[in-house]
């Protein structure tokens, strides 16, 4: 099982802060995604990232997969108290299995 | 809409019951999980099936089985419930090709006293 590194593991900021998010590993992924849970729900898919160097945006939220693809980054600007959430990072290896970073838990107050 | 889901939100049952969590799916995917989620532990594979009848262990599967009888249908089985397998459990389907979105159902709280 490959291991996908988090950090930070906890983050408080209030309304209107920038914040990035880490995923590292020591392994290559062929791609690497973002999810976003909320309390009692399951996680629902925000990016997928493929290309080595890449960089998606959608919305406040940018995403990017390191060149050696072994990483990636997620980047809020302006976070705003709907983004609160716990923010996981998956990504597989040869089989069909996505294997989940412990996740950065995320509270934005106003 | 894509949608997953799992029988229960909430559960309580007692040490030694048999437990039966039961997840659909109607996206005609083929392939399904089921992942448990604990505090400063994340998320967790516990069986994955890629076809009927399929199933493969993930990396905590111990005290844990699996059917998939129907494609649409795969059922997580505790045989003896254990007070260390409270945790919250999630089901997610997937089509079948490497590294692609999963999608998950709501989960489902398992307390066992």
């Known amino acids: 099982t490959q291991l996908l590194e988090q950090s930070p593991q906890f983050l408080s900021i209030q309304e209107g802060e920038n914040l990035t998010v880490y995923c590292n590993s020591s392994?290559?992924?062929?791609?690497l995604q973002w999810y976003r849970q909320e309390p009692g729900e399951g996680p629902v898919l925000l990016v997928t990232?493929?290309?080595?160097?890449e960089v998606k945006k959608l919305k406040r939220l940018t995403f990017q997969f390191g060149d050696a693809r072994k990483d990636s980054s997620l980047h809020i600007t302006a976070a705003q108290p709907g983004d609160t959430g716990l923010y996981l990072c998956?990504?597989?290896?040869?089989?069909?299995?996505?294997?989940f970073g412990k996740g950065t838990s995320l509270l934005v107050t106003p | 809409d894509v949608k997953v889901t799992q029988s229960s939100r909430y559960l309580v049952k007692r040490t030694g019951e048999k437990v039966f969590l039961e997840c659909v799916q109607d996206?005609?995917?083929?392939?399904m999980f089921w992942y448990r989620q604990d505090p400063g532990l994340g998320l967790r594979l516990i069986y994955f099936?890629?076809?009927?009848?399929?199933?493969e262990k993930g990396d905590i599967p111990e005290g844990y089985s699996v059917s998939r009888e129907k494609k649409e249908r795969f059922s997580l089985i505790l045989e003896s419930a254990s007070t260390n397998q409270t945790s919250m459990y999630l089901c997610?389907?997937?089509?079948?090709?490497?590294?692609?979105?999963?999608?998950f159902g709501q989960g489902t709280r398992l307390t066992v006293v």
């Open positions: 099936s890629y076809d009927v009848k399929m199933k």
């Open positions: 997610a389907s997937s089509i079948l090709r490497t590294v692609t979105e999963a999608f």
């Open positions: 996206m005609d995917h083929e392939n």
């Open positions: 990232v493929v290309t080595g160097g």
């Open positions: 998956a990504g597989g290896d040869s089989g069909y299995a996505l294997n």
């Open positions: 392994s290559v992924f062929s791609s």
